[in-house]
């Protein structure tokens, strides 16, 4: 994970059950500074580094919620996923108790936008 991401994270509010999440959260440099300035053209500083440290590690996967992070992370040949996404996954793994109750602590306790058609199709299983 890139510093200028790993910041944005610290300014989080920490889990109230566990103190700071973070401590697993491996810190590493892009390289390819030609890369991330050339996606800082259109992109912030934390999602450019994301998504050249995830080419030079060819990780394929990268979880971005940005749609043009999205769209540039795809050009260059990255898989990506959100993070409801995510939420989804584990909900059909059955590593969720109720997918409409994570939903909604993101919404209470990050402040996680979703539109309430996105949300009912999730929901109704229409991903």
């Known amino acids: 994970?890139?510093?200028?991401?790993?910041a944005h994270l610290r300014s989080a509010r920490p889990s109230k059950k566990n103190g700071s999440p973070w401590k697993w959260i491996a810190v590493e440099e892009p390289s390819d500074d030609p890369l991330v300035c050339t996606l800082g053209q259109d992109l912030d500083l934390g999602e450019s580094e994301a998504i050249a440290l995830a080419v030079e590690k060819e990780a394929g996967l990268i979880l971005l919620?940005?749609?043009?992070?999205?769209r540039r992370a795809r050009n260059v040949g990255l898989e990506v996923t959100g993070l409801l996404g995510v939420l989804i996954r584990a909900d059909r793994e059955g590593n969720l108790s109720s997918l409409s109750e994570a939903i909604a602590q993101l919404e209470e306790e990050?402040?996680?936008w979703i539109s309430?058609?996105?949300r009912?199709?999730?929901?109704?299983?229409?991903e």
């Open 110 to 112: 990050a402040g996680f």
């Open 116 to 118: 309430d058609a996105l």
């Open 120 to 126: 009912e199709k999730i929901l109704s299983g229409n």
């Open 1 to 6: 994970m890139k510093k200028a991401v790993l």
């Open 65 to 70: 919620d940005e749609r043009e992070g999205r």
